[in-house]
């Protein structure tokens, strides 16, 4: 079956990077896209980007423009998500989600936790 | 930027019927896209392109989106239903997804 399997949890200082990644499997993997949406703690679905994962083609959310990077590999049918410079406020539950092209389905999430 | 509202609470009995909005500019001309996400859970696509139903969600499911307003309608609720929802377009002025700020559906 289509499945999304995420790397597991990280915690990090601020000002630090983190790189999180998204497995593939069930299908064939540059026919669709994969969006990053996170949710911060009893808050909001927010999208972070997508990349297409045939050309590799990004967009980004303004609001983490310069800040993420979205990259794949595809022999291993797996996306990554880079966010630099974080802050408390990045804090918060990353999900990669298929582009159906609606968001099916997703990853399990990972937990990112930003403290000193 | 495009902005989507959802009421941030619902309520309804069992065996009710359970009626969450979306309000957005114009929405009804944008296909809207409806997400249930349990405590600890990833978000679960259950209606899309305003009204279908993928396999495996309930009938009871249904969706409906005309002028300013989406709607998503659960019939005969369960206990199960409970659980936050959220309302979704592609927003193609700025070329980014947008979700409403999701509805917490109450079973009393």
């Known amino acids: 079956q289509v499945q999304l399997v995420q790397s597991g949890a990280e915690a990090k200082m601020p000002g630090a990077s983190v790189r999180l990644s998204c497995k593939a499997s069930?299908?064939?993997?540059?026919?669709?896209?994969i969006h990053w949406v996170r949710q911060a703690p009893g808050q909001r679905l927010e999208w972070m980007g997508w990349?297409?994962?045939?050309?590799?083609?990004?967009k980004y959310s303004q609001i983490f423009q310069g800040r993420v990077t979205i990259t794949r590999d595809t022999s291993a049918s797996t996306a990554y998500m880079d966010l630099s410079s974080l802050r408390s406020e990045d804090t918060a539950v990353y999900y990669c989600?298929?582009?159906?092209?609606?968001?099916?389905?997703w990853g399990q999430g990972a937990l990112v936790t930003v403290s000193s | 930027s495009y902005v989507l509202t959802q009421p941030p609470s619902v309520s309804v009995a069992p065996g009710k019927t359970a009626r969450i909005t979306c309000g957005g500019d114009?929405?009804?001309?944008?296909?809207t896209h409806w997400y249930q996400q349990k405590p600890g859970q990833a978000p679960v696509l259950v209606i899309y392109?305003?009204?279908d139903r993928p396999s495996g969600i309930p009938a009871r499911f249904s969706g409906s989106s005309s002028g300013n307003t989406a709607t998503l309608t659960i019939s005969r609720v369960e206990a199960g239903d409970e659980a936050d929802y959220y309302c979704?377009?592609?927003?193609?002025?700025?070329?980014?997804?947008?979700f409403g700020g999701g509805t917490q559906l109450t079973v009393l």
């Open positions: 989600a298929r582009d159906s092209p609606m968001f099916d389905p």
């Open positions: 069930g299908y064939t993997f540059t026919t669709y896209g």
């Open positions: 990349i297409n994962t045939g050309s590799g083609a990004t």
């Open positions: 114009n929405i009804g001309t944008k296909s």
């Open positions: 392109y305003d009204g």
């Open positions: 979704q377009v592609w927003d193609r002025s700025s070329n980014h997804a947008v």
